[in-house]
């Protein structure tokens, strides 16, 4: 489970020396926290241990909706955008500021993330790394319509925008275990763990007996004689 007395992840220590790079954070894991028993059992080794939460990597978790776009949460409704959202703004930092002299540690770190908060819901031009509905169909297709290949389209464009770091974890559900495969290991791999877009790559024409086949392409294996 995760602990703050934990060795920091990769997508911390990036995120300790680079920081926000270009409006977005240097290191995302999408699309889920790792784990296999709900909230409050994710893994260890997903954040930032003890170099602190403020150096955690943006954990994208997108709760079982499919990635591509915003979540609700990073999104403003149109009845509170614009000025209306800054007025807010400006009304929250009025009330908050007699409280700011000598705060502690604690409020300076729920001031630092309700910054970082303020900062996605104003809809930088660079959180658009994260929705794919611009992208071609046939782009979208390629890396398959499902958690792992739209999570993957995420990725690449992620890292275009200057994220440093992408982790993409597999989706662990009741129908797509992870690869820890301590037994059943070669129906698993057929029937739940290979990338769905692999299966449906066209079949060659004609059935190779053997590895001599220069005709075929680089997907269809040789079948076996036996």
């Not at 260890?44 to 994208?60: K, N, W």
């Not at 890396?143 to 440093?164: K, N, P, Q, T, W």
């Not at 559900?173 to 129906?187: G, V, Y």
Request: aromatic letters at 10%; one cysteine or more; charged letters at 20%.
């Amino acid at each position: 489970m995760l602990d703050r007395r934990d060795p920091p992840s990769i997508g911390g220590v990036v995120q300790y020396f680079e920081g926000d790079r270009s409006g977005l954070p240097a290191a995302v894991q999408l699309p889920m926290w790792i784990t296999q028993d709900g909230p409050g059992n994710e893994w260890a080794g997903q954040h930032a241990g003890f170099l602190g939460s403020r150096h955690d990597p943006l954990i994208m978790d997108f709760k079982g909706a499919q990635p591509g776009s915003l979540p609700r949460d990073y999104v403003l409704g149109k009845e509170s955008a614009g000025a209306r959202f800054e007025h807010r703004v400006e009304l929250l930092q009025s009330l908050q500021r007699p409280a700011s002299r000598g705060a502690t540690p604690a409020e300076q770190q729920l001031n630092f993330f309700q910054q970082q908060a303020l900062g996605v819901l104003r809809a930088p031009p660079e959180w658009r790394a994260f929705c794919i509905d611009n992208e071609p169909p046939a782009m979208r297709d390629r890396y398959g319509d499902h958690h792992f290949g739209r999570s993957c389209l995420v990725a690449r464009r992620l890292v275009e925008a200057g994220v440093r770091l992408v982790t993409v974890a597999w989706p662990i559900t009741t129908t797509t275990p992870h690869f820890d495969t301590h037994a059943n290991h070669f129906p698993d791999m057929k029937d739940k763990l290979l990338p769905p877009w692999t299966r449906e790559f066209p079949r060659c024409s004609k059935t190779c007996t053997t590895a001599a086949c220069s005709t075929k392409p680089w997907w269809c294996a040789p079948v076996s004689s036996r």
